[in-house]
């Protein structure tokens, strides 16, 4: 019985495994550091786990990454950890979304977890992570691997620095230019990644698990890391150490906590349409639009045999498509606002592809205010309910 299971777990002084169940972490990335941690997740018994990751298992990931196997090779990533979890511990609840996290995470989905892990190898992720971890309010534990180096750190802006903080003069300058121009190419940023090690994934893993745990039971002591702190790694001479983060006063993204209005209510299953005429309304505002948490591709067009189609489907902007005729890559059509004039807002967000509980912004009357589409009403009137501790912080 799942009883004796924990009760290993169950003699430690601070422990409560009813807490631990009753929890949930966002997985951002199931590559090695992200196996690590899911793992560690899996054996703790956490509660509800949700996976974000758009790759495929390469043979090459079977030497860093423990929940995979060969028979796992060409599957994607979050079907892997499925079936790896159900092995491990059937009594964790996983959800799993493989996508862009752009494309997949709603804000609403990190608001409702009590901790978001980032397991990413690429800084254009970690710092859309890091913006919908900072809106909903959630503390981020972002780690990161080199060849003998690791390192974790704790955000939970606005207090202390976020990830944009700590970015350099050349990563700020790629950032601004992305954010005023949604075509912004991202660099190629280490295709096929730096060589890491299984020992370094799973000492950073640990300890990003680690703190996971104190921060579930923060109330009872604490954090061995504070927050706006790093914790180093350096496994090349076997050494450790702390270091606080700076804030950048003059960071240019960093993010807020945001609470979503509360009404007029809308589901991510309603017309884009009617969702505009009820916030014209409670606005006063017969002009008000809805900005998006990410564009919508319209549609392209080829430049090389003149091509065009029209998809009307959310996307990250700055990644590449290619023309399915021909190969070349496409001129995108990214809209990032909804004012009522289009056929396709005539469309749902989910339809269009947003994720559940994603937080729009109304903008009218001279105010922005943030809302979060709902899950519709199940056909009992109720609507379905929110994975994790559904309702805890009162929200
Ligand atoms: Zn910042
Ligand atoms: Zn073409």
Known sequence: ?????????????WWDQDEVRGAHAVVAGAGALGNEVLKNLLLLGWGTITVVDLDRVEAGNLSRSVLYRPS????????AVVRAAGELNPDCRIDVIADDLR???GAGLLHRADVVLGCLDNV????????LAGQAGVLLIDGGLTTWEGALRLYLPPDGPCYVCGLTDDDLRDLTLRHSCLAYRVRAESARGIPTTPTVAATVGAAMVQQAMRWLSRDRHDMTVPIGHELRFDLAYDRFWQVGIPVNPDCPLHPTPVLPAATPVSSGADRWVDILDRWRAALADGEAVLRLPLP??????????GR???VHRAHPGDRPERCPACAAEVALDLVDQIDGTQQWHRLSPYATGFPRWSWVEAYGGGEARVFELAEP?????????????AGKDGD
């Open 72 to 79: 796992d090779v060409g599957a994607p990533k979050v079907d």
């Open 296 to 305: 919508v591709l319209r549609g392209w067009t080829c430049p090389g045999c």
């Open 124 to 131: 254009t992720a970690r710092v859309a992570l890091g913006q």
């Open 1 to 13: 019985m799942t009883g004796d299971r924990y009760a290993r777990l169950a003699d430690i002084e």
């Open 308 to 310: 065009q189609d029209a």
């Open 377 to 389: 009403a199940g056909p009992d009137g109720a609507a379905a309910a929110p994975p994790g501790r």
């Open 103 to 105: 494309v997949g995470l």
